[in-house]
């Protein structure tokens, strides 16, 4: 399972992606659980029988679990001021009054994710979870040089 998800928290995939990708992990437990073809079982019993979740709820809480970490590192950490700066032009606040979006990117972003997951505003978001680091020791990446 880890392999298959290695770095899944920075996937933006598509919706094809996503049921390949379940479709993959239900015929594995299905394997696992010793169920073949012709038993007839459904896709729920057998989710049930082995008590574990989606892929796609898997990569759900990856996301949610990077975009929380990101947001609550110190505002002077780049990746903290890169996603802030993408939440940020997300909800229409662009850097510069000629900044314009390159030509050629895929229309769905990981912050449309992140946004879908939890129908709020990112910038909703971004708040609640800088709120929720507030209670603890503030973290900070350190780069070696």
């Not at 979870?129 to 020791?137: D, K, P, S, Y």
């Amino acid at each position: 399972m880890s392999d298959l998800l290695y770095s899944a928290e920075t996937w933006t995939l598509l919706s094809a992606d996503v049921k390949t990708l379940d479709a993959f992990h239900m015929k594995c437990q299905r394997q696992i659980l010793h169920i073949q073809w012709w038993q007839h079982i459904s896709n729920a019993d057998v989710l049930q029988r082995s008590g574990l979740p989606l892929i796609s709820d898997i990569l759900l809480n990856c996301r949610q679990s990077l975009f929380g970490h990101i947001a609550r590192l110190d505002s002077s950490v780049l990746a903290n001021a890169a996603l802030q700066l993408m939440v940020n032009s997300h909800e229409g606040k662009k850097p510069s009054t000629t900044w314009t979006r390159p030509s050629g990117r895929p229309r769905r972003t990981w912050l449309n994710h992140i946004q879908d997951a939890d129908a709020r505003p990112l910038s909703t978001i971004w708040r609640s979870e800088v709120a929720r680091g507030h209670g603890g020791a503030q973290r900070s990446i350190r780069t070696s040089r």
